[in-house]
């Protein structure tokens, strides 16, 4: 006999409050994109979705958490997708495959949270805003030091006693830094512009390390 009874009211409130959320963020953005992050207010961000400032402090700290609330959708689903690599893939080809990877799967990953248009917006917002930027610098290092510690973990080793995750990764991530400022500043908002130039640049990390670039 199929069990039809209605589902708990937890899972219901859950739900509700998971939309609830989901609004809020999508508004927040839409906001930041359309008349700056710093001119734009909680309060705004609240009457776009028709809740008060109260409810918006349940579920963001700050102006600042949900500005980066996709992009720590994003990190979490690179984390998923390096871990995923082959054990027998070397540090950098590891990173470079999650990253076409995650690319690859990025509207999965927003799900229906953000469109990736949206999402590529803010992150093209990120960049050209100042305070926004220093942000995403310091979250991009605790980022960093836990892509160090799964690459260690990968290869076996204490990341605390072998530099090598963490240079491996300082490498990588320059380059990820380089050419997320370069695609902010040039014509082409698309992900197949950024994903390009990032391929690119990446290309070039060997022959940059070389001894003599003659």
Known sequence: MTDERPAPATGLRERKKQRTRDALLRAALLLFIAQGYEQTTVDE??????????????????????????????DSHFLAALQARPAGEGPLTALRGALRDSWGTLEEALSEVVSVDLYMRTYRLIESTPALLAAHLRRSAEVEERIARLIAEREGLDVDADPRPRVAVAAFSGVMRVTGRLWGQGDDTGITAIRDLTEAYLDHIGPALAPDWR
């Open 45 to 74: 961000i609240a009457d776009a979705v028709d809740v008060s400032q109260r409810t918006f402090f349940r579920y963001f700290a700050n102006k600042e958490e949900v500005a980066f609330a996709a992009q720590d959708l994003i």
